[in-house]
């Protein structure tokens, strides 16, 4: 059963605009939200994360908004560049353990 | 540093083979796991290790199975693949001792059972 939903499954804009990547997460408690940004051949890398007690989270062009009461958070990439196309992946950490649960990917192509 | 390697990068196995993933990191991490990406189902977690010695199952852990002699090296091994264990398996680790920490990937390896 998939615990964290993750939307779109693809997303283009042109270059300078600002994807939106959600993400919604079900019943159990998680403390961590890391998001995950994978290159074609390569293995994902941790590109921001945020914790429950603060709503956003922003580093660089990129943003984390939380939303803890809808259970919901979500990604924007701020002045979008083509060297931000890659394949993003949201996820959460259930409380006490050392996992990672994964959203099921959003493919972004930005184009010049 | 290496960070995490895995090997082999790629394989092409006949069903029913016997195959070993190798995985091995050089960050004395004390927690590593093995994952599958599929396309449209995201990563998903096949087993774990908090600490060299003991081992976890995580989503989908049938037919695949790991050990963690040591702090360096989780090995995953497919007894007899099948067709739908074709898929990129990602190893990673991460330093859990004081709390959660972020999580370190391979680059993968693709395999396909044919």
């Known amino acids: 059963q998939q615990q964290v939903k993750q939307s779109p499954q693809s997303l283009i804009v042109q270059k300078g605009g600002i994807p939106i990547i959600n993400c919604a997460y079900e019943?159990?408690?998680?403390?961590?939200f890391p998001w995950y940004q994978q290159f074609p051949g390569k293995g994902p890398a941790l590109l921001i994360a945020i914790r429950p007690d603060v709503s956003e989270k922003k580093e660089g062009r990129f943003t984390i908004s939380f939303n803890k009461s809808a259970k919901q958070f979500s990604l924007h990439i701020m002045d979008s560049q083509p060297g931000d196309s890659a394949t993003y992946f949201c996820a959460a950490n259930p409380n006490n353990t050392d996992k990672l649960i994964f959203g099921t990917g959003t493919r972004l192509q930005v184009f010049p | 540093i290496a960070g995490i390697t895995q090997a082999p990068t790629s394989q092409i196995l006949a069903a029913g083979r016997r195959m070993t993933l190798r995985c091995t990191q050089d960050m004395r991490h004390n927690a590593m796991y093995w994952y599958r990406q599929d396309l449209g189902l995201g990563l998903r977690l096949i087993h774990y290790s908090n600490t060299a010695g003991t081992t976890g199952k995580g989503e989908v852990p049938d037919g695949y199975s790991v050990s963690r002699a040591n702090t360096d090296d989780f090995p995953l091994t497919l007894a007899s693949a099948v067709p739908s264990q074709t898929s990129v398996y990602f190893c990673a680790s991460s330093d859990s001792s004081t709390g959660f920490d972020t999580q370190y990937f391979g680059p993968g390896t693709r395999l396909t059972v044919l």
């Open positions: 019943n159990t408690a998680f403390d961590y």
